[in-house]
């Protein structure tokens, strides 16, 4: 069976939100949108470590935004086919192979005392009132939190481990063991009888001794003894550390890495589910990456992945974790003036389709801009290092506002479009103002304009103004006979290139080169590349672009804030604005 569905209405920060799961999913989430609440919402139904005292509502887990009183946590449950699952809900599951289980929680508009409710059902209009959690026994969530304590979990359950794999030895292995533990306790007692020896051991027993016999007359009959206890072998094996060991030598593992590995693995193999199921599970781990380089994470995200089976859902900050990810698993929780919402309702083919020119796996490059409120697109390598140098000269601080500057270089912009609209985020845009022959006929058309007139037209969010101005001097972007185009023609791209801007999709006046070279850092760009004629610079600007671009930032970046009223630096200007006015709204 499957966690297919969870639908929230006015909890927390969610007013009325849809996400759908699948058997191995990744919440990938900014910070404070979201994830731990949607977690705890599956948790208050299924989580049998919460008391009654935790599943109570509390007046935070209103809907903050709007005057509520109510809220509702719906369960969608597929192929319910498990015997342990469906002898426990008899009646509660469709012919179908479905459940589905709700939580509401009531607060009283006089009294301000707050109740909840239960209900299962084959259906949501069949939803019947159920006492308690009673499932759980069967149908469950097991949770690691972001916040694991290393130490006490992996002493407690080392002693789990040893326990579940003595019971799973062979016949010959028990005969082995217990002569083997005969020897170890013989030897245990040896050891027991040769500690007290020690001359400073001997000397701290007689002192203590003395001077307890100094308070009370009963001491005299009972002496005090450093006891080592080794001989109790069951307790000395329990005790027994987790240790390194290299080259003959133990060392302790310190590291909360090592310690993370370790937890988390022990964790996976105390949770594999069995064959002869006699309950189900749905395995919930928050940040496994904790502590972990970029090379383990993707190890853990995979090992997680192959270890753990039935059904999983893991959150991450990691963009490693992220490219290890099928896209149609990825759930992209989204802040909205209407409430937290899972772009495109979550997991979803859709998303998918929408990464066929990535193939299966995402590069780390555009994984990490999935974690972004903002994807600054621009067309290469050049323009990325230009914009980021800019950016911090503008004291635009791009990582606090959760702005990624990606380049689509060898993919173009409309792959990338389409995905970053799929996951919910907002793409903003620089491209050059290209104008070039029209294959096949004796005309030119403004190609640069024209390839953001369809990328707003075939994936932006629609404005009738901006309609209106693309659909009067849509047909002026070709036609004319050479790369010079009339004035009638360069006016109206001027009027779309102008109202594009405004909803954040920006058109060079030529290219960057140009551009820069037409700006205010001319003369800078003149003194570095040693001309004196504009059209010289933008030649050797242009020739192994990237690097030039390069040493051009490296040695001249300062000069860069005089572009702070400049057109190139719009585009910038833009995402902080648009940043600035999404959290102000949420």
């Not at 900014?30 to 005292?53: C, F, H, M, Q």
């Not at 959150?315 to 992220?322: G, L």
């Not at 990624?404 to 985020?425: K, N, T």
């Not at 004035?487 to 405004?502: C, R, S, W, Y």
Request: with cysteine; glycine share 6%.
């Amino acid at each position: 069976m499957i966690l297919s569905t969870v639908k929230i209405s006015g909890f927390r920060n969610f007013k009325n939100a849809t996400i759908n799961f699948v058997e191995k999913s990744l919440i990938i989430v900014a910070n404070d949108v979201g994830k731990t609440n949607l977690i705890w919402a599956v948790r208050l139904l299924l989580d049998k470590g919460l008391s009654e005292y935790e599943v109570e509502p509390q007046d935070s887990d209103f809907y903050a935004f709007d005057d509520t009183n109510e809220f509702s946590i719906l369960l969608h449950f597929k192929e319910v086919k498990e015997d342990c699952v469906v002898a426990r809900m008899k009646g509660k599951i469709s012919d179908s192979d479905e459940l589905f289980l709700q939580y509401k929680g009531f607060r009283d508009t006089v009294t301000k005392s707050k109740s909840y409710k239960l209900y299962a059902g084959i259906d949501v209009a069949g939803l019947e009132e159920i006492e308690d959690r009673f499932y759980r026994k069967v149908l469950n969530l097991k949770y690691i939190s972001s916040r694991r304590d290393f130490h006490n979990y992996i002493n407690r359950e080392k002693k789990s481990l040893f326990q579940s794999t003595k019971e799973s030895r062979e016949q010959a292995d028990i005969s082995k063991d217990d002569a083997l533990y005969g020897d170890i306790s013989t030897s245990l007692k040896t050891v027991d009888e040769k500690i007290p020896k020690l001359t400073y051991i001997a000397k701290a027993t007689d002192t203590l001794n003395t001077e307890l016999n100094k308070l009370s007359l009963h001491h005299q009959t009972q002496q005090i003894v450093f006891d080592a206890n080794t001989s109790n072998v069951d307790s000395f094996i329990n005790n027994v550390s987790i240790a390194s060991k290299s080259k003959g030598k133990s060392l302790v593992i310190g590291g909360d890495g090592k310690l993370n590995q370790i937890f988390l693995s022990l964790w996976a193999s105390k949770n594999k589910i069995a064959d002869d199921l006699e309950e189900v599970s749905i395995i919930v781990i928050e940040e496994p990456e904790a502590h972990l380089h970029p090379h383990q994470q993707r190890k853990l995200a995979e090992y997680l992945g192959s270890t753990l089976a039935g059904q999983v859902i893991i959150t991450t900050h990691s963009p490693q974790i992220a490219c290890e990810y099928s896209p149609n698993s990825i759930i992209r929780l989204i802040p909205s003036i209407s409430g937290t919402l899972a772009a495109s309702e979550g997991c979803s083919n859709i998303i998918g389709g929408a990464f066929k020119n990535f193939g299966y796996r995402l590069s780390i490059i555009p994984a990490e801009a999935f974690f972004a409120d903002v994807v600054f697109l621009v067309e290469g390598p050049p323009e990325e290092m230009f914009y980021k140098t800019l950016a911090k000269q503008l004291d635009i601080d791009l990582d606090r506002l959760n702005i990624s500057v990606m380049m689509v270089d060898g993919v173009g912009f409309d792959a990338f479009i389409r995905i970053l609209g799929c996951l919910g985020i907002k793409w903003v845009l620089r491209t050059d103002n290209d104008i070039s022959k029209v294959p096949n006929l004796n005309e030119y058309s403004f190609t640069g304009v024209k390839r953001v007139i369809d990328f707003y037209e075939n994936h932006g969010i629609k404005d009738a103004n901006c309609d209106s101005i693309i659909a009067k001097n849509k047909d002026l972007h070709r036609g004319f006979p050479t790369d010079s185009p009339p004035q009638a023609n360069v006016d109206g791209m001027k009027e779309v290139i102008d109202v594009l801007a405004l909803l954040g999709s920006f058109v060079s006046v030529k290219d960057l080169e140009a551009d820069l070279v037409n700006s205010k850092i001319g003369n800078d760009l003149k003194a570095h590349y040693s001309c004196t004629v504009d059209s010289e610079v933008i030649v050797k600007m242009q020739n192994k672009k990237a690097i030039n671009m390069y040493e051009f930032l490296l040695n001249n970046k300062d000069c860069l804030k005089n572009l702070a009223g400049d057109p190139i630096s719009s585009p910038l200007l833009y995402c902080k604005s648009y940043i600035e006015k999404l959290y102000a709204a949420n």
